[in-house]
């Protein structure tokens, strides 16, 4: 079982950052790729970004050179660094977790708002 906890969303201006934080529990095979999705009112959920155990990195074109995503092993923890937010990235955001896919578990999700 792994338990997956978001903190840091909130409300920014456009052009501002924002910093969220998952805090993750459970077995670690199970916890080997971390994620953050997004979903949008009226739109599907979507990766925005994903890391192995090893460091490995994914992100969805639209937030490249904009978003980092960095995790701590030791603490169990996943960070998205979101700099130069846009209107369109408000968004409820999502940690997920899995062992080969980040789809198994996931978070409660954490609402980012970004006004114009």
């Known amino acids: 079982q792994v338990q997956l906890v978001e903190s840091g969303g909130g409300l920014v201006q456009a052009g501002g950052s924002l910093r969220l934080s998952c805090s993750a529990s459970?077995?670690?095979?199970?916890?080997?790729?971390m994620g953050w999705y997004r979903q949008a009112p009226g739109s599907q959920r979507e990766l925005v970004a994903s890391?192995?155990?090893?460091?490995?990195?994914t992100y969805a074109d639209s937030v490249k050179g904009r978003f980092t995503i960095s995790r701590d092993n030791a603490k169990n923890t996943v960070t998205l660094q979101m700099n130069s937010l846009k209107p369109e990235d408000t968004a409820v955001y999502y940690c997920?977790?899995?062992?080969?896919?980040?789809?198994?578990?996931w978070g409660q999700g954490t609402q980012v708002t970004v006004s114009s």
């Open positions: 997920a977790a899995g062992p080969v896919k980040p789809t198994d578990y």
């Open positions: 459970g077995r670690m095979l199970s916890m080997r790729v």
């Open positions: 890391i192995t155990a090893a460091g490995s990195t």
